[in-house]
């Protein structure tokens, strides 16, 4: 009895180290086909873009490939789910951020927690956001935006591109810190926001300067201010909200995530070539044509610094009582 027990052990230990060899035999050669980014987004986003101006040094730095895999829906959950189930070998990753990461707090349907059990592998920008008014509105700075919200509560919408993403939560903050009241409207993409948004069926949003360039320099939108806690180089004529004595700051971020288990070895790997695309010269300057800046977190700390802010986001979340019905 004890021999065939221990032949049995044998037999599973023989068959672990196989497995064990074999992934680390994969993951030294890593990668060996194809990478696919998962976007929680359809394309045009100010993430993917940033994310496009790095793909060509990025592959030239892996050997292989780089798609896109858009991925809609629930508030990103479709996406970060997907990802979260694939195989951690490195071939599947998540262009992350708040909104992918949080989709569990919003949604009752999620029932993994994204910030602690995938690999946060690194940060690619900031991306700032702006409060963004429909011009005819009778409010050309912050002051006049909370003052004429104060004395008609309600009346005003806002735009989202969803229930739980980064300007619906941003939003719901500013309403919170200002005291103000406003409808929301959620949207499934950015064109129906900014059509409903030009043509003042809303009046109102939170969005990052990207998807929004075009209808501010056209004159049809107007920033009157930023979530972040300095003004941004790119638009240094935009002021913080706290220079208006609103004290509100938000610091939305982009990067890459993995399944959890994905080798240590892949996960270095792809830090390289993220860093080394960082690094060209003229990148930082096409960053900031997006309203975008890189960020200064070192990878091996990216992991604690997700898990963080996904925490400070989450107790706001149940404090406000968002959630997807």
Known sequence: ?????????????????????????????????????????????????????????ME?????????????????????RYVADAAPDGYTLLLSGQSSLLAPEVNPAAKSNYAKDMVHVIPIASVPSFLMLNPELPARTLPELVAYMKANPGKLSYASPGIGTGPHLQMELFKQVTGTQMQHVPYKGFESLFTDLVAGRTQVTIMTYAPARAYVGAGKLRIIGTTMPERIKSLPDVPIMAESGVRF???????????????????????????????????????????????????????KFVEQDVENWSKFIKQSGIKIE
């Open 1 to 57: 009895m004890k021999l065939v027990f221990l032949r049995g052990i044998g037999r599973w230990l023989a068959v672990a180290c196989a497995a064990l060899a074999v992934s680390t035999a994969q993951a030294q050669s890593y990668p060996m086909k194809n990478i696919t980014v998962v976007l929680p987004f359809g394309a045009g986003t100010a993430s993917d873009t940033a994310l496009r101006l790095l793909m060509p040094y």
């Open 60 to 80: 030239k730095k892996l050997g292989q490939p780089i798609v896109f895999d858009s991925r809609p829906g629930a508030g990103t959950l479709v996406a970060s």
């Open 249 to 303: 700051t938000a610091v939305p971020w982009i990067g890459l995530s993995a399944p959890k288990g994905t080798p240590p070895q892949v996960v270095a790997t792809l830090q390289q070539a993220v860093q080394e695309a960082l690094a060209q010269p003229h990148i930082p300057a096409r960053l900031a044509s997006l309203g975008m800046e890189p960020m200064s977190i070192e990878p091996a700390k990216f992991q």
